[in-house]
């Protein structure tokens, strides 16, 4: 018997330690991917293209089969950049680009000095106010609103808002943080927003520069590898998350994209790499598919569920990992309301090993690359993890600020579940 013990002791802590995490390992992952190489992985300085180039050369070392050409599934669409850093000076005080203002994402290029005009909001409720205020020539002014007027202006008159589009500048005031996007078109003129802490009080005039450069056919591709199943090679398990953010704004401002979705996509490659391993094989094929563009549209995914490089009946269950870096709050579940008894099964998961203080559902939502599939039928789930970082969609969500609360038991559970929907 005491021979016996430090055998069955070794055996436990190599089965404790069998999804043991990298999590070194994960860190360079995430800190590569939101590096200033990559510029925010988007659509200057060939951000995305790089990211697409790491995540084929991980492909290759974990010796996953390929599905097209080299891992490499190519599309186009249109894509607007802000090709130089942006430049804005109000009332003699320099604003920083990134810090205190951004172009929006669909701006237009202009430069100039130009006087300020405020929006006058009585335009909305009284006609006699819009009358006067609209009979101005604006060709030499920029406007100056607040964020929460946008739809109110949208709701006005056509020929108002043609009016506004002949301004020199748009500016937008936003309350509480600069959130920008990725716009497949260009604006008729430039358009700033500016945090309403950093804008002065009462300006008369500014200065401003911004250089935008619209790509009608900007081409990106997703990367698509797999590993054959043991007992069911043709039903397939799909682990998916999006690899592109929102780029940069010329050589001084970029997005890094840390938990947006550098922590979804060093989640992938983990998967990839358990699964890679001979002791790991699973007994269904499964997929891992790194989407492009999904910050333009979902477009990456949308390529794909219209082009699949293996038809789209054989998926048994899709899980999409986008936003997994936190988890002090647990972990939402996109069409946890659509799918309940796989919902289920998540939650006697995570019961039994405490692996989450909590797990959330919600039904359908088209915020992530899972909703092109649920839309053919596929059924699939859309993880993000709760608390821990308010950083996104701005210069703030970068690597080191990530905290990777409960990263290994999310990758956890996603083997379990896994692993019950093979059986």
């Given at each position: ?5 430090p055998l069955l002791l070794l055996l436990c802590m190599a089965a404790s330690t069998g999804m043991a995490q990298d999590m070194p390992r994960v860190r360079h992952t995430i800190d590569t991917l939101t590096s200033a190489a990559m510029h925010g992985r988007g659509y200057i300085y060939q951000g995305d293209a790089k990211a697409a180039g790491y995540i084929q050369n991980r492909f ?203 922590s979804g996509t060093a989640m992938l490659l983990e998967l990839a790499a358990y699964y890679s391993q001979p002791q790991h094989r699973p007994r269904y094929s499964i997929a891992f598919i790194a989407f492009a563009a999904e910050e333009a549209g979902l477009l990456g995914s949308t390529y794909y569920t219209t082009h699949p490089l293996f038809s789209l009946e054989r998926i048994r ?107």
């Amino acid at each position: 018997m005491k021979r016996l013990f430090p055998l069955l002791l070794l055996l436990c802590m190599a089965a404790s330690t069998g999804m043991a995490q990298d999590m070194p390992r994960v860190r360079h992952t995430i800190d590569t991917l939101t590096s200033a190489a990559m510029h925010g992985r988007g659509y200057i300085y060939q951000g995305d293209a790089k990211a697409a180039g790491y995540i084929q050369n991980r492909f290759r070392q974990l010796v996953l089969q390929a599905l097209s050409q080299d891992y490499f599934q190519p599309f186009r669409f249109p894509v607007n950049t802000i090709v130089e850093t942006p430049q804005l000076k109000v009332a003699g005080c320099v604003l920083r680009p990134g810090q205190d203002f951004v172009a929006n994402a669909a701006s237009a290029s202009g430069k100039g000095k130009t006087q300020v005009l405020p929006l006058d909001t009585a335009v909305f409720s009284d006609a006699a106010a819009a009358r006067k205020f609209f009979s101005q020539n604006f060709k030499d002014k920029a406007i100056v609103y607040r964020q929460r007027e946008q739809k109110r202006i949208s709701q006005l008159p056509q020929p108002y808002q043609q009016q506004l589009q002949q301004a020199k500048l748009q500016v937008v005031l936003q309350p509480k943080a600069l959130l920008t996007s990725v716009a497949q078109v260009q604006a008729p003129l430039p358009v700033l927003e500016v945090l309403e802490s950093a804008w002065p009080t009462s300006p008369k005039n500014l200065t401003f520069a911004v250089q935008a450069q619209l790509m009608p056919q900007h081409e990106a591709q997703n990367v698509v590898g797999y590993i054959k199943g043991t007992a069911q090679p043709d039903s397939f398990l799909v682990f998916t998350a999006h690899y592109d953010h929102l780029g940069g704004q010329g050589k001084e401002v970029y997005f890094p994209g840390a938990n947006d979705n550098a922590s979804g996509t060093a989640m992938l490659l983990e998967l990839a790499a358990y699964y890679s391993q001979p002791q790991h094989r699973p007994r269904y094929s499964i997929a891992f598919i790194a989407f492009a563009a999904e910050e333009a549209g979902l477009l990456g995914s949308t390529y794909y569920t219209t082009h699949p490089l293996f038809s789209l009946e054989r998926i048994r269950f899709l899980v999409n990992l986008d936003l997994l870096g936190t988890g002090s709050e647990g972990m939402m579940v996109v069409n946890g309301k659509v799918h309940e008894a796989e919902f289920r099964l998540l939650q006697q998961l995570n019961e039994a090993q405490q692996y989450l203080s909590q797990l959330k559902a919600r039904g359908k939502a088209a915020n992530s690359d899972h909703y092109p599939f649920s839309e053919k039928g596929v059924p699939a789930f859309f993880f993000y993890t709760l608390g821990g970082t308010a950083a996104y969609h701005n210069t703030n969500d970068y690597a080191t600020q990530l905290p990777l609360t409960k990263f290994e038991n999310v990758f956890k559970l996603i083997v379990d579940f896994a692993e019950r929907l093979q059986e």
